[in-house]
């Protein structure tokens, strides 16, 4: 059963699965997807090749799946992906990938606040919390258990955003903030380990000793990436899932890593 107010505008062709809400004058287009018991606030837009999963809540004037603002589109239908259990609140705007075969991604348990914008082709994870006006350009990545202040806060284009790591509110972000950081400031330096954020999910002291022993290697020694990363290879701590998890992702980081403060 579907829930569609008469005033909503529906097309014909979108697909809409059992117990989907859809609020006065929102829009959902033809090449929409929505799974079930998800629901559509009024006035909010779901467009293009677009599909959303199960459970989720789209608040009025949110803005999914339109034309990608990137210059070079050519054409076709990219489209934009998001999972299950996402909350997108108010002035959302998620815009869709630039070239065909290409979607913007977006995981599963996700929250959204007012104003926040995904641009195009950006590859969201799981259990991400972006406050207020956050700003995620182009082709951005953001892991697993990512918090990202609110007030304006602009993640730049390509950068990688670690897991269970925080950004700070109004933060400029210019390169990558590696897994289990604090990153803030004009431009994002690392100021310190994500402590608040390891313990609220499940960190143990062993673990949270790991993270202090890898940001104090990487961020207050004076070394360089090359040296940080052989002495935390080096250390008795090389084998711990942190370690690991840190490693890889520094070595495989193209736009480089946001400085110690």
Known sequence: MIEA??????????????????????????????????????????WGNTEIGESCEIYPFASIGMK?????????????????RNVIREYVSI?????????????????????CHVGHCCRIGNHLIASNGATFAGHVVVE?????????????????????????????????????MLGDGHPAKIRMFNKVGLERNGFDSRQI?????????FFREGLNRHQAIAAIKESDIADTEEAKIFIEFVEASERGLAGGS
């Open 144 to 180: 697993d258990f990512v918090g990202v202040g609110g007030g304006g806060t602009a993640i730049h284009q390509f950068c990688h955003i670690g897991r269970h790591s925080f950004i700070g509110g109004c933060a400029k972000v210019e390169q990558d903030i590696p897994p289990f």
């Open 209 to 217: 000793s790991a993270v202090k022993r890898i940001f104090r290697t």
């Open 95 to 115: 815009n869709a990938a630039t070239n065909e075969g290409e979607y913007t991604e977006i995981g599963d348990d996700n929250l959204f606040l007012a104003y």
């Open 5 to 46: 107010h008469p005033t909503a505008i529906i097309d014909p062709k979108a697909e809409l699965g059992l117990g989907v809400q859809i609020g006065a004058y929102s829009v959902i287009g033809p090449e929409v997807k929505i799974g079930d018991n998800t629901k559509v606030w009024h006035q909010a837009s779901i």
């Open 68 to 84: 990608t603002q990137d210059l070079k589109f050519q054409g076709g239908s990219p489209g934009t992906r998001i999972g299950d």
